[in-house]
């Protein structure tokens, strides 16, 4: 029984309720169209299934043995990287995917995670060291490794998630504040050469529309107008549920992924988007309490992470979708249709659950 | 812990503008996004992908675009298909049932302009416009459409355009092309391999429409682009002489220059009309097949080359060698005794009988006999390697979609040395191989690889890709059994089997073929192929013409009107096409 007690039982509701609203979402979003996307909710439900399976798995997965595998599982993770990049398939003109047994998995999605583990590894290792300037050097390789392999892809928004992570758990690990300056410092001056050297002309011109829509009406500043309608005309109370008529007609191709929110915002109207944020604020308060009340650095960074990665997907995902930030292509967390992110947000929700059963365990 | 706070204080943060964001798009600007939404009042133009154009070497040019009227529709608009279906089927000739089928489709994003009927004509247009009122959601639109200048005459070569298939949406996409949905897209010949870089950027409008449909106000615009231009090593003379000399043929035709691999000509054979290809979809003969890159044939007669060179190289035979044709061979095969036979001779309805005679009389002669125990005495083995080492059962590398390899056999199962030299067996050649294999004759060893394209040149007049002759190999030719071979063939067109192309005042070296049709086909048993070059000494042109159903000599006809027109063309008429 007391066991029992140690599980967040709010966190776990909120994800499952969260998860919820993501299927009915991608129902509605799905309904108008007659196409090879029909089956999408059948689909979600499977993975919703394989997902929760996972998360209960890893509630019960100690994380001090996957803090002994984290190295490992970086390593597959670089080499599933890599594969991708050779013989993945993906949307116009990426490499995502990797097909597997007739299902798409996504690694990057996973790297995510897995870079968490080795970041919160690496530092929890090295202790008071952090304020030691080359001892930070090994930690920026692994950050490095697979931020390039993302954004060569190119998935410029998942690669952009490994920064703030990568901050954040560097941060909470005790980094002097004056290497952390020159650390932004570094990446503000540095970025100019990204653009040239590694932002396909796509992402250039995802950036550029972002600062006015209408250069590009047919490409992608179609897509930041049409949100923008979605979301507008929902107004106070939206139009009730399966009754959108911009989502619904299937404006935007990415109608049941990366602009769910819209679906969510014309439907259910400010209403809806507000208990949503409202939700995810709960959702993102729980696990900061599990990573202040974690017992060792390993898990407190591990938290740490995941708190931060959530933040940053809701935020640029919502921020995107209100035409606030350029699109980026980040699922919104449990919302999104896709299998890969949300297995990733499943587990990554398992492993904060067990960090909270294992507080004060010594 | 500390940090954690201020990490979450960060957190907790970032929900404020999300926040405002919404009170912003959702509350004050409600009245503005609502109106957008209920009239749905945005809708997308697209004026289509512009490609480049398509000149022949001598500057002609063989396929532009120009602009067109095409009937288009924007499905959200549409009211009454029923209504709509019943008016215009008359004159678009398309059926009832058709128009309504395309209609009442799901379209992905049903604002997009779809098309019904592309390239209208002009009575099409006035109809359209006259009725314009009880066709809501239906309107004329001015788009971009090909010119096919040589029609018929070069739709293998240069192809047609088709809407993209579902599949090859999914695939151009995987290679990172921009395309959707009712795009036109290169289908067969140049237009199909340099598609992407005959495509320039598709240009398009968005536009606010009112509740009515009409055009409002454009909201944005984006130019097209020109595409690419490909200038091709076709002269559209030589291409233009040899589709009107093939006539009624089925078969195919490739000329070659010798000196490069630059092909001057290819047709094929039952052809298609580019412009139009709906009619010929079902029509009989394969029309779409392009016969000299994908038609797999038996070489017949004219493999006697190969053989004739591989007995003289290995010293089996020597120029002054003779050997006697009684018309019919006697071979053991095992227990067997096989009747292997020349060829018959039409006149008196028996099999040749050539008595003793030499190699320079068995070739222009086409002597089965001579060749068949010549062939014996090389051995399948060595008359295989001898075809392979000339490019033969490889593709020649064409940059035209679909070209075949051919079948060189493994020795054991040729069929054997007796029907390899005389060009019969398990073999299988394209006519652009056997082209190929006389222009390597022609200029003494040399593959070329045969090319069609010779520069692609940006809109700006940049050369962005130039092919310059490219030596696929070489065959060492010793020099007497060059010359041995070469008067051959210069006696096969003077006093030979291949009599028919001889052009007076040109010196033309060439071979016959006659290869069997595998059973079945006892009307007319054989394919007629001829293949030469001229002029003899430093020769600028090589041909093949290869029929289905003919014979040679019909073959060898057809090549020397060809050469006729390449060496003597008639002064008037076709020569102003030269000068534009």
């Known amino acids: 029984m007391t066991k029992m007690k140690k599980i967040d039982w709010l966190l776990l509701l909120l994800t499952i309720f969260l998860v919820l609203i993501g299927t009915a979402l991608i129902y509605s979003a799905s309904c108008g169209i007659k196409t090879e996307l029909s089956n999408l909710v059948t689909r979600q439900i499977t993975w919703i299934i394989i997902g929760i399976f996972l998360l209960l798995l890893f509630i019960n997965f100690s994380y001090r043995n996957l803090a002994k595998i984290s190295y490992p599982l970086y390593f597959l993770s670089f080499l599933l990287l890599l594969l991708v990049l050779f013989i993945g398939k993906g949307r116009a003109g990426t490499s995502r995917w990797l097909t597997f047994a007739g299902f798409y998995l996504q690694p990057s999605e996973f790297s995510k995670l897995i870079f968490i583990l080795v970041a919160a590894k690496y530092l929890a290792d090295i202790g008071k060291k952090v304020k030691r300037f080359s001892f930070l050097i090994p930690y920026f390789l692994l950050t490095a490794i697979p931020f390039l392999l993302i954004l060569k892809q190119p ?109 969510l915002a014309e439907e259910w109207g400010f209403i809806g988007g507000i208990v949503l944020l409202f939700l995810y604020f709960l959702f993102l308060r729980e696990l900061i309490k599990i990573a202040v009340g974690a017992s060792e650095p390993f898990a407190r960074l591990t938290a740490t992470g995941i708190a931060v990665m959530f933040a940053f997907h809701i935020f640029v995902n919502i921020g995107m979708a209100l035409g606030m930030l350029p699109v980026a292509g980040l699922p919104l967390p449990f919302l999104s249709y896709g299998g890969s992110s949300l297995l990733t947000f499943l587990i990554a929700v398992g492993i904060a659950l067990n960090i909270k059963k294992n507080e004060m365990m010594f | 812990m500390g940090r954690i706070k201020g990490i979450s204080r960060l957190i907790y943060f970032s929900f404020l503008p999300l926040f405002c964001g919404l009170i912003y798009t959702q509350l004050f600007c409600y009245h ?27 500057g002609r040019v063989l396929v532009k675009d120009k602009p067109c009227f095409n009937l288009c529709f924007v499905p959200f608009d549409l009211k009454n298909s029923e209504k709509v279906s019943n008016i215009l089927a008359p004159t678009l000739n398309i059926s009832q049932e058709k128009i309504k089928f395309i209609l009442e489709k799901k379209y992905f994003n049903p604002f997009e302009q779809q098309f019904l009927k592309r390239d209208l004509n002009k009575k099409e247009v006035a109809f359209v416009e006259e009725k314009g009122e009880q066709l809501s959601g239906i309107f004329v639109q001015v788009g971009l459409k090909r010119d096919y200048k040589l029609g018929k005459k070069a739709g293998h070569l240069l192809g047609y355009l088709g809407e993209v298939s579902p599949g090859e949406l999914q695939e151009k996409r995987l290679k990172e092309e921009v395309i959707k949905g009712g795009d036109l897209l290169g289908k067969e010949g140049i237009e199909k391999v340099f598609d992407a870089l005959l495509k320039g950027k598709r240009g398009g409008i968005r536009v606010e429409v009112d509740a009515h449909g009409h055009k409002v106000k454009i909201l944005g615009k984006k130019e097209s682009a020109p595409g690419n231009s490909i200038i091709l090593t076709i002269d559209s003379y030589i291409q233009e002489s040899v589709a009107k000399n093939l006539g009624r043929y089925q078969g195919s035709v490739v000329v070659m220059d010798p000196r490069n691999g630059e092909i001057l000509a290819l047709v094929s054979k039952p052809s298609f009309d580019p412009d139009d290809i709906g009619p010929y979809l079902s029509r009989p003969g394969n029309p779409f097949l392009n016969r000299a890159i994908k038609g797999c044939y038996p070489p017949g007669s004219i493999y006697k080359i190969i053989t004739e060179l591989a007995a003289l190289e290995k010293g089996i035979i020597t120029p002054s060698d003779k050997l006697e044709c009684r018309g019919v061979l006697e071979v053991k095969e095992g227990e067997m005794t096989r009747l292997f036979h020349c060829w018959v001779d039409k006149e008196i309805g028996e099999y040749k009988q050539h008595g003793w005679i030499d190699i320079n009389t068995a070739l222009p002669q086409s002597c089965n006999i001579f060749f068949g125990q010549v062939g014996l005495m090389v051995g399948a083995k060595d008359l295989l390697a001898y075809g392979k080492k000339f490019g033969l059962g490889s593709p020649m590398g064409i940059d035209l979609p679909g070209e075949k390899s051919g079948y060189i056999p493994r020795p054991r199962l040729s069929g054997g040395a007796l029907n390899l030299s005389i060009g019969q067996g398990a073999l299988l050649v394209t006519p652009i191989q056997l082209a190929n294999l006389i222009a390597t004759i022609a200029n003494g060893g040399n593959i070329w690889q045969p090319e069609v394209v010779k520069e692609i040149v940006e809109p700006s007049g940049n050369e962005i890709l130039s092919f310059s002759p490219h030596l696929r190999g070489s065959v060492f030719i010793p020099k007497e059994n060059l010359f041995t071979l070469r008067e051959g063939l210069y006696n096969v067109v003077e006093r030979g089997t291949g009599r028919n192309s001889r052009v007076e005042g040109l010196a033309v070296c060439g071979k016959t073929g006659t290869a069997q049709i595998a059973k079945a086909e006892l009307e007319l048993p054989t394919h007629g192929a001829f293949v030469c070059y ?41 020569d102003e096409n030269e000068k534009d």
């Open chain 1, 155 to 263: 998935n410029l928004g998942t690669a952009l998630v490994f920064l703030p992570i990568s901050l954040g758990i560097l941060w909470v690990a005790g980094i002097r504040k004056k290497h952390l300056t020159s650390l932004i410092l570094l990446g503000l001056f540095s970025s100019p050469v990204l653009w040239f050297t590694v932002l396909k002309d796509y992402q250039r011109a995802r950036l550029l529309v972002f600062i006015n829509p209408n250069a590009d009406p047919l490409g992608s500043g179609y897509n930041i107008i049409q949100s923008r309608i979605a979301i507008g005309s929902g107004g106070l109370i939206g139009k009730g549920f399966l009754h959108g008529t911009q989502s619904h007609l299937a404006f935007l191709p990415e109608y049941h992924t990366d602009f769910i929110f819209c679906v």
């Open chain 2, 32 to 58: 503005r996004y609502q109106r957008l939404s209920n009239f749905n009042s945005i809708r997308i133009i697209d004026l289509g992908i512009p490609r480049g154009t398509i000149f022949g070497r001598n």
């Open chain 2, 534 to 574: 001229a002029p003899k000494e430093n020769p600028t042109i090589a041909l093949c013409v290869f029929l289905d159903r003919a014979s040679s000599a019909e073959a060898a006809t057809i090549a020397g009107r060809i050469l006729k027109d390449i060496f003597f063309p008639p002064a008037e008429g076709d």
